[in-house]
């Protein structure tokens, strides 16, 4: 390390640094794809292999091929539908019909074309629709396409009094695909201005604060080459999502090694006259703690491999491959160009040579916080642990929240189309469990007996009180109607379904059904999931009733999906947490050569972590966001304490220096008026980054923004600068057990050499 440290700031090593990242970045930005290439945001895409109903999704993009997505398209008119709402549906439906319509429409059900309007009216008559089936890939433009011209043409038909959406499951992609489009170029120009604005207010130097801003961009576009090829080949499914987080985690980390790199060399700038060697010094005092620091994020991220869900591991590579990228050029970029300009960095405020000016510790802020703390530990202590437990105190409000259109803004046309459904149907209508029934070879799901084997499966799950309804080939109109049988008796006596009512629900073999299951509250409620199960009990016994195996019969569908996700991530949450907590004890246990003072660490990591989910709860009900998404807690773990982490290492390895030639107390207290200002300005610059999440439309990531920000903005201010400095103040010697706590008599000339 020191002989890199040496080379990076040596006269002509630091230049071959500068050309070598420059080489680099060009070789990579001309031979690898780009993250938004490659990403992907359906939700079985996510799930673990295992999970039943990504094996029902498999299964239905197996046998349904030529399977479309049904778009809804919504008319509704407060106080009922007139006959002339009713027919401009019906023209809306005979255009999507004609060759007018977008080539990937491949069929228009309206309620003219089935039985007694079977359930595309709403009981009130307020409420009716057309369902728009719409092939291929939903990631591809003429996808979004074919969606948007349907909205064109509902546009001309919405008035005042007639509200015409379209949604649907068609609708609520390509309104993700189009919030998710916009969140690279959007999240890229927030973050960094706001980087830049917070830099220049901390240090009043245009120069110092460009210096991240220019390390961070090349490492960024590195990042996001190396990553998309990484998924490219391995294939690693990464979403909008993984891509947003990877640049505030980016920007956030890279500003914070920077500014640790930075600070102790204008420090160091007052002390050795010589750039080459103020840099050596600077990179043997911080190098450790940077090097650190950036392990913890790859241990984290390394854990998230061992994620069940998928959407967890895949942001573990990416992660790691951002940070390790930034960490390496934190050791070796940033020295070389700190190197390059000099004391020119802090313009106009350079650092002066002053050698034979002491380093005042208390005549600043920090200086007078620590005079503060020491003084009464023990207060400060109980003071602070009061208000962060009543803060955790918000968890009592905790409600989770597996909802995709929780994600969505409300004046999304998707989400306005489904809240008008919810409003005039079955609650559970707008999200049916989706059954999907696989007979044995030969037998084909129109024949007498696959009729009677589906009937018999879906009266099975009819019995069910939680359920409202079931469709299939067998009941294509539900339970209440008359049965596949009975119409086909009245249609041609062929003894088969009647042509059309089992459009969709039937694969291209013949031998497999799905049926819908219509459950009577809103799906995506914690109560509504605990049902899931009992639902698969019932396939598993029905299967062995009809003479199928238990694997002929999956459950999958939305809110199966959501259940699955609920479990693994519930699982993950009790595994990767603990092993992310104990990585990083590990790491501050090798960096201090303590065993006492990672686990005061750990507790006050776990301590803050619940203080800002109870506060942030407590926040985003007060902004009316009933639930938390259910991926806000685990990635808030990671990262607060990841990136938390950081000040801890800073803060307590300065404090380790210090107290090899000064007592504890006065080391303590040196160390953290030296460190209070780096602290500050990294954890303002961290949440800052963070918060740029809360100007997306995503609730997802406004919820992840604030709760890091507040959580980052808690560790700084309260954790790392009032309760680490009193428990260390309160064990004293203990703090290094089993390391001598003694520090040296002699006096050195150079502590910013010592390893």
Do not use: C
């Given at each position: 390390?020191?002989?890199?440290?040496?080379?990076?700031?040596?006269?002509?090593g630091?230049w071959?640094?500068?050309?070598?990242?420059l080489?680099?970045?060009?070789?990579?930005?001309?031979?690898?794809?780009?993250?938004?290439?490659?990403?992907?945001?359906?939700?079985?895409?996510?799930?673990?292999?295992?999970?039943?109903?990504?094996?029902?999704?498999?299964?239905?993009?197996?046998?349904?091929?030529?399977d479309?997505?049904?778009?809804?398209?919504?008319?509704?008119?407060?106080?009922?539908?007139?006959?002339a709402?009713?027919?401009?549906?019906?023209?809306?439906?005979?255009?999507?019909?004609?060759?007018?319509?977008?080539?990937?429409?491949?069929?228009?059900?309206?309620?003219?074309?089935v039985?007694?309007?079977?359930?595309?009216?709403?009981?009130?008559?307020?409420?009716?629709?057309?369902?728009v089936?719409?092939?291929?890939?939903?990631?591809?433009?003429?996808?979004?396409?074919?969606?948007?011209?349907?909205?064109?043409?509902?546009?001309?038909?919405?008035?005042?009094?007639l509200t015409?959406?379209?949604?649907?499951?068609?609708g609520?992609?390509?309104d993700?695909v189009?919030?998710?489009?916009?969140?690279?170029?959007?999240?890229?120009?927030?973050?960094?201005?706001?980087?830049?604005?917070?830099?220049?207010?901390?240090?009043?130097?245009p120069?110092?604060?460009?210096?991240?801003?220019f390390?961070?961009?090349?490492?960024?576009?590195?990042?996001?080459?190396?990553?998309?090829w990484?998924?490219?080949?391995?294939?690693l499914?990464?979403n909008?999502?993984?891509?947003?987080?990877?640049?505030?985690?980016?920007?956030?980390?890279?500003?914070?090694?920077?500014?640790?790199?930075?600070?102790r060399?204008?420090?160091?700038?007052?002390?050795?006259e010589?750039?080459?060697?103020?840099?050596?010094?600077?990179?043997?005092?911080?190098?450790?703690?940077?090097?650190?620091?950036?392990?913890?994020?790859?241990?984290?991220?390394?854990?998230?491999?061992?994620a069940?869900?998928?959407?967890?591991?895949?942001l573990?590579?990416v992660?790691?491959?951002?940070?390790?990228?930034?960490?390496?050029?934190?050791?070796?970029?940033?020295?070389?160009?700190?190197?390059?300009?000099g004391r020119?960095?802090?313009?106009p405020?350079?650092?002066?040579?002053?050698?034979?000016?002491?380093?005042?510790?208390e005549?600043?802020?920090?200086?007078?916080?620590?005079?503060?703390?020491?003084?009464?530990?023990?207060?400060?202590?109980?003071?602070?642990?009061?208000?962060?437990?009543?803060?955790?105190?918000?968890?009592?409000?905790?409600?989770?929240?597996?909802?995709?259109l929780?994600?969505?803004?409300?004046?999304?046309?998707?989400v306005?189309a489904?809240?008008?459904?919810?409003?005039?149907f079955p609650?559970?209508?707008?999200?049916?469990?989706?059954?999907?029934v696989?007979?044995?070879?030969g037998?084909?799901?129109?024949?007498?007996?696959?009729?009677?084997?589906?009937?018999?499966?879906?009266?099975?799950?009819?019995?069910?009180?939680?359920?409202?309804?079931?469709?299939?080939?067998?009941?294509?109109?539900?339970?209440?109607?008359?049965?596949?049988?009975?119409?086909?008796q009245?249609?041609?006596?062929?003894?088969?379904?009647?042509?059309?009512?089992?459009?969709?629900?039937?694969?291209?073999?013949?031998?497999?059904?799905?049926?819908?299951?219509?459950?009577?509250?809103?799906?995506?409620?914690?109560?509504a999931?605990?049902?899931?199960?009992?639902?698969?009990?019932?396939?598993?016994?029905?299967?062995?009733?009809?003479?199928?195996?238990?694997?002929?019969?999956?459950?999958?569908?939305?809110?199966?999906?959501?259940?699955?996700?609920?479990?693994?991530?519930?699982?993950?949450?009790?595994?990767?947490?603990p092993?992310?907590l104990?990585?990083?004890?590990?790491?501050?246990?090798?960096?201090?050569?303590?065993?006492?003072?990672?686990?005061?660490?750990?507790?006050?990591?776990?301590?803050?972590?619940?203080?800002?989910?109870?506060?942030?709860?407590?926040?985003?009900?007060?902004?009316?966001?009933?639930?938390?998404?259910?991926?806000?807690?685990?990635?808030?773990?990671?990262?607060?304490?990841?990136?938390?982490?950081?000040?801890?290492?800073?803060?307590?390895?300065?404090i380790?220096?210090?107290s090899?030639?000064?007592?504890?107390?006065?080391?303590?207290?040196?160390?953290?008026?030296?460190?209070?200002?780096?602290?500050?300005?990294?954890?303002?610059?961290?949440?800052?980054?963070f918060?740029?999440?809360?100007?997306?439309?995503?609730?997802?990531?406004?919820?992840l923004?604030?709760?890091?920000?507040?959580?980052?903005?808690?560790?700084?201010?309260?954790?790392?600068?009032?309760?680490?400095?009193?428990?260390?103040?309160?064990?004293?010697?203990?703090?290094?057990?089993?390391?001598?706590?003694?520090?040296?008599?002699?006096?050195?000339?150079?502590?910013?050499?010592a390893?």
């Amino acid at each position: 390390m020191r002989s890199l440290f040496a080379f990076s700031s040596s006269r002509i090593g630091r230049w071959v640094v500068l050309v070598g990242w420059l080489a680099v970045l060009g070789a990579v930005l001309a031979t690898t794809p780009k993250l938004a290439d490659v990403r992907q945001n359906e939700a079985t895409q996510f799930l673990p292999s295992s999970a039943e109903s990504t094996r029902a999704a498999e299964l239905a993009a197996d046998r349904f091929a030529s399977d479309s997505t049904p778009a809804i398209v919504v008319f509704h008119r407060d106080g009922g539908l007139t006959d002339a709402d009713r027919a401009a549906a019906e023209d809306f439906a005979a255009w999507a019909s004609s060759d007018q319509a977008p080539d990937l429409v491949s069929s228009v059900v309206s309620p003219s074309m089935v039985p007694q309007d079977a359930g595309l009216v709403s009981p009130d008559g307020s409420t009716l629709t057309v369902i728009v089936g719409i092939t291929g890939n939903p990631a591809d433009e003429s996808f979004t396409n074919a969606v948007e011209a349907l909205r064109d043409r509902t546009s001309q038909i919405d008035s005042a009094d007639l509200t015409v959406l379209t949604g649907g499951p068609a609708g609520l992609i390509v309104d993700f695909v189009s919030v998710f489009s916009q969140i690279d170029s959007f999240l890229l120009i927030v973050t960094v201005v706001l980087v830049l604005v917070l830099l220049i207010l901390i240090y009043r130097s245009p120069v110092v604060a460009l210096v991240p801003l220019f390390a961070v961009g090349i490492v960024f576009q590195m990042s996001d080459g190396v990553a998309a090829w990484i998924a490219d080949v391995f294939g690693l499914s990464v979403n909008g999502q993984a891509t947003g987080i990877m640049t505030v985690v980016l920007f956030g980390a890279g500003t914070d090694y920077t500014l640790f790199v930075s600070a102790r060399f204008k420090e160091e700038l007052t002390r050795v006259e010589d750039k080459e060697e103020a840099m050596r010094r600077t990179m043997a005092g911080v190098g450790g703690a940077v090097a650190s620091a950036g392990g913890t994020i790859l241990l984290a991220a390394a854990i998230l491999l061992l994620a069940e869900l998928r959407s967890y591991q895949s942001l573990g590579p990416v992660i790691a491959i951002a940070v390790a990228l930034m960490m390496l050029a934190a050791l070796t970029l940033i020295p070389a160009i700190l190197t390059i300009l000099g004391r020119w960095s802090y313009w106009p405020f350079r650092p002066r040579y002053r050698p034979d000016e002491p380093q005042a510790s208390e005549g600043v802020v920090y200086g007078h916080i620590a005079s503060f703390v020491l003084a009464r530990p023990a207060t400060v202590l109980v003071a602070t642990v009061v208000l962060l437990t009543a803060l955790i105190g918000g968890m009592l409000m905790w409600q989770p929240t597996y909802d995709r259109l929780e994600s969505l803004p409300s004046d999304t046309e998707s989400v306005k189309a489904f809240e008008l459904l919810r409003e005039g149907f079955p609650a559970g209508e707008v999200a049916p469990v989706e059954v999907y029934v696989q007979l044995p070879d030969g037998e084909q799901v129109t024949s007498p007996q696959g009729l009677e084997t589906v009937g018999r499966v879906t009266e099975a799950f009819g019995n069910r009180d939680v359920v409202a309804d079931v469709t299939s080939p067998a009941y294509p109109f539900g339970l209440q109607g008359p049965s596949a049988q009975q119409l086909a008796q009245q249609s041609d006596g062929s003894g088969g379904p009647p042509p059309g009512a089992n459009s969709g629900s039937i694969s291209e073999d013949g031998r497999v059904a799905r049926i819908e299951v219509v459950l009577g509250q809103n799906p995506y409620t914690s109560s509504a999931l605990d049902t899931i199960p009992d639902l698969r009990s019932v396939a598993d016994n029905v299967a062995n009733e009809v003479g199928l195996q238990p694997d002929d019969i999956l459950v999958g569908g939305g809110p199966a999906e959501a259940y699955d996700t609920r479990e693994a991530n519930n699982r993950d949450t009790l595994v990767i947490l603990p092993l992310v907590l104990l990585a990083i004890a590990i790491v501050l246990g090798l960096l201090l050569r303590s065993v006492v003072a990672p686990i005061y660490l750990a507790a006050t990591i776990v301590f803050t972590y619940f203080s800002t989910l109870g506060l942030s709860v407590l926040v985003f009900n007060a902004l009316g966001q009933d639930g938390v998404s259910s991926s806000v807690p685990f990635f808030l773990f990671v990262f607060l304490n990841a990136l938390g982490v950081d000040y801890n290492i800073y803060l307590m390895s300065r404090i380790r220096e210090e107290s090899r030639h000064r007592e504890l107390r006065d080391a303590t207290s040196h160390a953290l008026a030296s460190t209070g200002g780096v602290i500050t300005s990294a954890g303002l610059i961290l949440a800052g980054t963070f918060s740029a999440l809360m100007t997306l439309p995503l609730q997802d990531l406004f919820q992840l923004g604030f709760a890091v920000a507040a959580g980052v903005v808690i560790d700084t201010f309260i954790t790392r600068t009032l309760i680490v400095p009193s428990i260390v103040a309160l064990l004293g010697r203990w703090n290094w057990w089993p390391a001598n706590p003694q520090p040296e008599r002699r006096r050195r000339s150079d502590p910013a050499t010592a390893d």
